[in-house]
Nanobody
């Protein structure tokens, strides 16, 4: 299953971007969809997750209050609305999906076996 990530770009600090992650219809039953990011020389880190379809949303402390994860009405695309962007948000953003990840490990990239190709977000100061 291949996820399609899109929406990255170059934006000034304080600006907004919306990322999208599309999954093939019917590929998952009630997946957890998660966004990760990876800056050069750093490990991939958790950003936000939409748990089991649409039940709960989780955010990294660094993006809480600025980023919002949501699912559209088609239920096959998950968005990450990113507001008040900072230069430290610059990274390659990946979406990942799993219908088997457990609550204790959903922040771990190793818990996912379905990934999008990554979309670059660059925030200038």
């Amino acid at each position: 299953v291949q996820l399609q990530a899109s929406g990255g770009g170059l934006v000034q600090a304080g600006g907004s971007l919306r990322l999208s992650c599309a999954a093939p219809e019917g590929a998952f039953s009630r997946p957890t969809i998660t966004w990760f990011r990876q800056a050069p020389g750093k490990e991939r880190e958790f950003v936000a997750a939409l748990w089991r379809g649409n039940t709960n949303k989780y955010y990294a402390d660094s993006v809480k209050g600025r980023f919002t994860i949501s699912r559209d009405t088609t239920k096959t695309t998950v968005h990450l609305q990113m507001n008040s962007l900072k230069p430290e948000d610059s990274a390659l953003y990946y979406c990942a999906a799993s219908d088997r990840v457990i609550l204790s490990s959903f922040r771990d990239p190793g818990s996912y076996n379905y990934w999008g190709q990554g979309t670059q977000v660059t925030v200038s100061s």
